[in-house]
């Protein structure tokens, strides 16, 4: 039997392996400001992460989220177990140490407020006014805004957001000058 030289040249190079070394994926928490199923104004994800965009997701429950994000729940988008909440400098979320216990904030304030992104009410789902100028839908203003917290891959303001962007967004939404900034124009 004779061998091509295509076939030699194939064999040879699925023998000696790879030339570059390929990036694995990574597991990152995010959000989307779509509404879920379940009633939600938007949801809470870990994405799949190769080469910057998003090849997967899972969604999560609010608790979930802020356990394993605290580093208090085992998480793969959290192998070292760090409070996340706290390295972003958001406040009144995660956990917390008092009199020698783990204590857990489960209303996360600013995980509740990231339908004001998007809507101006919060249509009986949820208690008050939203930031967007837009009934339903952040203005072109508020969009370029919502850009500086995404991958330059994704220009739809509906998301993903995810990692170190999607924590400092929720970081500056507890700005009330942001807030202001973003609701009102400056």
Not at 9 to 33: C, M
Not at 83 to 95: E, K, P, R, S, V
Not at 147 to 167: L, M, S, T, V
Request: charged content about 20%; hydrophobic content about 40%.
């Amino acid at each position: 039997m004779r061998w091509s030289p295509l076939i030699a040249y194939v064999g040879a190079s699925l023998l000696s392996g790879p030339t570059h070394s390929v990036a694995q994926a990574r597991y990152e928490f995010g959000f989307s400001l779509n509404p879920t199923a379940q009633g939600q104004l938007a949801a809470l994800f870990i994405y799949t992460v190769h080469d910057g965009a998003v090849v997967g997701s899972v969604p999560m429950r609010p608790h979930f989220f802020i356990l394993q994000a605290s580093g208090l729940m085992e998480s793969k988008a959290n192998l070292e177990s760090v409070d996340l909440f706290d390295q972003y400098g958001i406040m009144n979320c995660g956990a917390w140490t008092e009199d020698g216990s783990v204590r857990t904030n489960f209303d996360c304030t600013v995980l509740q407020d990231l339908w004001k992104l998007r809507y101006r009410t919060g249509m009986g789902v949820q208690p008050g006014e939203g930031w967007a100028t837009e009934e339903f839908r952040p203005s072109d203003r508020q969009q370029i805004i919502l850009q500086h917290y995404r991958q330059p891959g994704y220009e739809h303001w509906h998301g993903p957001y995810f990692g170190a962007d999607a924590f400092r967004l929720l970081r500056d939404m507890q700005d009330p000058e942001w807030v202001r900034t973003y609701a009102q124009g400056g």
